[in-house]
C-alpha cells in the first residue's frame, strides 16, 4: 500500500462528519506533517472542534522542513506536499484546488474528502454519499455543482 500523507481540511471535514475512521480503512497508516499537528493543536486551543492526531493510533506524525516554494499555499498544505515528495507513490489527501493542483505538477498523486467518500460508498463502508456531500456543505465545504453532480453519478446517486 502507498504511504498516503494527509492535510488539514481533509481531516477537519472528516472529523465533523463522523467519518474520520474511514481513512485508515482505505489507507492504513497516514502520516501527517507536523506543521498539520500544530494547526490542528491550535484549533483545540480555540476551541474547534477538529480531531486530535494523537489519539489516533493509525496516524503518525512526522516533522518536514519546508523545502519548497509554493506561494499560495499555507503551511499545512505545504507540509503535506513535501512530506510526499519525499515518499516514493505516495498519495496526499488535499481539498484546496491550489494544492492539487501543486500535487499534479509535482506528479503526486491526490485525493479530496469528497473523494474519500466516493471510495468508501464503492467499498460499502457508508451507504449513501449525497447525505455527507449535503452535510459537508452546512459545514462550510467548498464544492461546485459539477463536484457534487460527479460524485452523485460515480456513486450512482444522481
Known amino acids: 500500500m502507498a504511504d498516503t500523507v494527509s492535510n488539514t481540511s481533509p481531516l477537519i471535514y472528516l472529523h465533523r462528519l463522523r467519518r474520520l475512521d474511514l481513512l485508515p480503512l482505505s489507507f492504513g497508516r497516514v502520516i501527517v506533517p507536523s506543521q498539520v499537528d500544530q494547526e490542528l493543536t491550535r484549533g483545540r ?13 493509525w496516524i503518525e506524525i512526522r516533522s518536514v522542513a519546508l523545502d519548497h516554494d509554493y506561494p499560495e499555499l499555507g503551511p499545512g498544505e505545504s507540509g503535506a506536499l513535501d512530506l510526499a515528495r519525499t515518499l516514493p507513490d505516495a498519495i496526499v489527501i488535499l481539498d484546496d484546488g491550489a494544492a492539487r493542483a501543486w500535487a499534479a505538477r509535482l506528479g503526486i498523486r491526490s485525493v479530496g474528502t ?45
Open 45 to 57: 486551543e480555540r476551541g474547534c472542534d477538529v480531531p486530535d492526531l494523537r489519539a489516533q493510533p
Open 114 to 158: 469528497v473523494g474519500i467518500l466516493i471510495e468508501a460508498k464503492r467499498h460499502g463502508r457508508i451507504e449513501r454519499v449525497a447525505q455527507d456531500l449535503d452535510r459537508l456543505a452546512k459545514l462550510g465545504f467548498r464544492m461546485g455543482p459539477a463536484l457534487r453532480q460527479r460524485a452523485l453519478a460515480e456513486c450512482e446517486e444522481g
